[in-house]
């Protein structure tokens, strides 16, 4: 099984500031590689996928890159409704694995 | 606009069965592979089974497999989850998901808004 790591797991930030989550693959996943945003509700929202790809409608203050086992996501400009939980999740091969998580928090 | 509801949640004893169902409308159904994804309280998410367009191909972690059976009714644009010999670590929310891209298991691109399903005795 292919293992995602994510870091940190816990992220404080401010309003405006530029922050970047990272996630490391145990073996090269070829861009196969996506992020999800999940709120304190539960709600789940896909952000990018295929390494770099945004999903319709998320703003383009998100943008990922990467490539082979080590991959990120950086968001420009944290606007409020930012501050959530980030998830990394592979695709190359069964079985699909996520990452343990990244909590972003407001300072 | 793309919806999923689950439904079929709930309190079970451990080693019984319980069946979660998923609607979902505002695609065509029969072309995309879907998939629970599952999240233990307080934990991170876990992919718990993938499904082929037809129905003729099956995905399963090792955590799930031979207990956990995924189904589709493409008539009826459901999708299911028989989970049989339940454990208290299958407590969980489940969610259903749609696969990204026309008839590849690629990311989760829609979620629904999960359903608990409780382990106890």
């Known amino acids: 099984d292919i293992q995602m790591t994510q870091s940190p797991s816990s992220l404080p930030a401010s309003l405006g500031e530029r922050v970047t989550i990272s996630c490391r693959a145990s073996?090269?996943?070829?861009?196969?590689l996506n992020w999800y945003q999940q709120k304190p509700d539960g709600t789940i929202k896909p952000l990018i996928y295929y390494t770099s790809n945004l999903q319709s409608g998320v703003p383009s203050r998100f943008s990922g890159s990467g490539s082979g086992t080590d991959y990120s996501l950086t968001i420009s400009s944290l606007e409020p409704e930012d501050f959530a939980m980030y998830y990394c999740?592979?695709?190359?091969?069964?079985?699909?694995?996520f990452g343990a998580g990244t909590k972003l928090e407001l300072k | 606009e793309v919806q999923l509801v689950e439904s079929g949640g709930g309190l079970v004893q451990p080693g019984r069965s319980l069946k979660l169902s998923c609607a979902a409308s505002?695609?065509?159904?029969?072309?995309?592979?879907m998939a629970w994804v599952r999240q233990a309280p307080k934990k991170g998410l876990e992919w718990v089974a993938t499904?082929?367009?037809?129905?003729?191909?099956?995905y399963y972690p090792d955590s799930v497999k031979g207990r956990f059976t995924i189904s589709r009714d493409n008539a009826k644009s459901s999708l299911y989850l028989q989970m049989n010999s339940l454990k208290s670590e299958d407590t969980a929310t489940y969610y259903c998901?749609?696969?990204?891209?026309?008839?590849?298991?690629?990311?989760?691109?829609?979620w629904g808004q999960g359903t608990l399903v409780t382990v106890s005795s």
């Open positions: 999740q592979q695709d190359a091969s069964f079985p699909y694995t």
């Open positions: 505002g695609f065509t159904f029969s072309n995309y592979y």
């Open positions: 499904i082929s367009t037809s129905g003729s191909r099956t």
């Open positions: 998901a749609r696969h990204g891209a026309t008839r590849v298991p690629n990311w989760f691109a829609y």
């Open positions: 073996q090269g996943i070829s861009n196969n």
